[in-house]
């Protein structure tokens, strides 16, 4: 205080927020309540982590080691021998280039895969949503039933469709399937987002411009950005972990990467090649999670975005 | 600047009938409100011209063109929403642009008119701006601009003032009531608010229950109200309505109270011939009572009644008394007010020609 000026006293402000009355909020105390909550918390963080640290170091050693059989010991020597092999050259099947030519497949499969999901969905929420389609509520209970339809049911007839339209055993098939197959989710999550969109908003366009995809592209896909995000990660993770669609449809060309993987490591000769096996199942991991390292805080926005209305 | 008319309008919602053969015609250049309480049909209405609902049945015309059935955007209309409905991913700019997206104008025209509609409305300096960074009375500038950049003939309002605060409301009232008689297009304009009707329509449609109660000019809607529905929603205080019986002696009409008062009615031009010994209800509007007693010759009737209370509204003041066990509702100097006390017993009177007589069956105007 002492060093305030004449003039700063005289303006009186400052002196007025230094003096006024200081009320101390009372410090919490560790109650055992917290503790047993501490102690709960901190054996599921062990349930998940501890098989995460031994694939870890795992793929790290390199065979001599895990012969001795120490399953938590650190690698004596580390070493990126098994993530090389892993990558370049372990066998799926007699094919011997390692999981990178999965990893590419995948690659080639996830973006139209997505692409043809998610627009589809987006465009029939929208219709759905914001238009005048006759029996909107039939198809909407439709769709909301093919959701629980396990894909195995009908996996024979999609093969012999897939088949009749010239896309089995190729990308386009497998994008085709995984569009098909999320279309009933995506649709109602798309559906129920722009919902939530003012009518008035969209009367207002109907009077501006009348025009279905001109309004889509100019009005409504701006507006999507938070469920845009959502349906990504959804998405994304989906397609890229998938396995069934891929040994199905993806015929010798073109199977993902977890196709790859699963060869790998259920190969049934010789010795089981742990480190190998644990860098490749890594290596599989990784891409979804550096997607949610990446865009995991908006996805959380947008998970919540429109469940109170700001 | 066409007109509008609308044509043995029918709409139902499933079973649910909303409005009933409806008939209404407005000229080139007017300015028709269409007024009712909530749920009396005017928003449905409004949104059948603009062709955002189908008529279950009936005909719209705007100028010679049959509508019914023609696209929002090719009816040549612009609207105004009440929640102002401005594009929130676009900016000021690009909401007036989108305005213009049915009619391949070129991009001169365009520009020149978000510019002409900008400054008319001196938004210039926000053409930039999100609406998300505007005030209330800022969106509610572009949302008209979205309409002016259109440059059609009619343009439709559905309560484009209930979200603005009082004072600003009165501010774009009046700028609203300007901007019509600079550009003299027709305007149809939904308001369950009487001041904004009588201050800025030419044409004012009273609803009620999906029918039109009454249409005509503000003056004839105050002055001459056609039912004890119009007569009872126009004006605050709310017109003073009575049941009292008509009795006619000596060639002199009266109407006589309950507690025995005589209402002069000598100078009542009626529409129907009065029956003697008939129940009618008699209207008093709270401007035309004068307190104190006066003569036969200046007044209809002077009633002897204890003041429940007055209260001060600015300019103006409003006393209420006790008339046959229910509230009588003056208008009253301020000054005079003041003198009232609670319980008191004054005389007040009521001025010849000033009364309204409904039948009590029908409701209707005598």
Known sequence: MSDLTIAQKMLGGEVAVRSAPYFPRKKKRITGRSIAIIIFLSICAIFFCVPLYVVIITSFKTMEQIREGAMFSLPNVWTLEAWDHAWNSACSGINCNGLKVGFWNSVQILFPSLILSIGISMITGYALALWNVRWAGGFLFLLFICAFVPFQIIMFPLISMTAAIKVYGNVWGVAIVHAVLAMPVLTLIFRNYYKDIPQEIMSAAVMDSGSFWKIFVEIILPMSGNILIVVLILQITSIWNDYLIGVTFGGMGSQPMTVNLANLITISTGTTRYNDNMAAALQTAIPPLVIYFFVGKLFVQGITAGAIKG | ?366
């Open chain 2, 1 to 366: 600047m066409p007109k509008v008319s609308f044509e043995h309008i029918t709409k139902t919602y499933g079973n649910v009938p909303v409005l009933k053969d409806l008939n209404l015609a407005i000229d080139d250049g007017d300015f028709l409100v269409l007024l009712g309480p909530s749920g009396c049909g005017k928003t449905t209405l409004l949104n059948l011209l603009a062709g955002l609902i189908d008529v279950t049945d009936g005909r719209i015309m705007i100028g010679d063109r049959d509508v019914t059935d023609v696209d929002p955007k090719d009816r040549g209309l612009a609207m105004v929403f009440q929640s102002y409905a401005l594009y929130p991913t676009k900016t000021v700019y690009g909401n007036l642009k989108f305005g213009l997206s049915a009619s391949k104008l070129p991009k001169d025209e365009v520009e020149r008119r978000i510019a002409w509609a900008a400054k008319l409305l001196q938004i210039e300096p926000l053409l930039n701006r999100k609406p998300a960074h505007l005030s209330g009375g800022q969106r509610q500038r572009v949302a008209i601009g979205r309409a002016l950049v259109k440059n059609v003939g009619v343009f439709l309002f559905d309560e484009p003032l209930s979200n603005l605060d009082a004072k600003l409301r009165t501010e774009t009232r009046l700028e609203i009531k300007k901007l019509h008689d600079t550009l003299k297009t027709t305007i149809v304009y939904v308001t369950h608010d009487q001041i904004e009707a009588m201050t800025m329509a030419t044409k004012i449609a009273v609803m009620n229950g999906g029918v039109i109660q009454q249409f005509g000019t503000p003056d004839e809607i105050y002055e001459r109200p056609a039912n004890l529905f119009v007569a009872g929603f126009i004006g605050s205080p709310a017109m003073n309505l009575r049941k009292v019986k008509l009795s006619i002696a000596n060639g002199k009409t009266e109407a006589v109270f309950g507690s025995g008062v005589r209402f002069d009615l000598s100078d009542y031009r009626f529409a129907t011939a009065p029956q003697d010994g008939a129940e009618v209800i008699l209207g008093l509007r709270p401007e035309h009572f004068l307190v104190g007693a006066g003569t036969a010759a200046d007044s209809a009737a002077t009633f002897e009644v204890p003041v429940q209370y007055a209260e001060r509204t600015g300019p103006d003041a409003s006393a209420y008394f006790v008339l046959e066990n229910d509230l009588l509702a003056l208008r009253v100097e301020p000054a005079v007010a003041a003198g009232l006390k609670p319980g008191q017993v004054v005389p007040v009177r009521y001025l010849k020609g000033k009364a309204h007589l409904f039948d009590a069956q029908t409701g209707q105007r005598m």
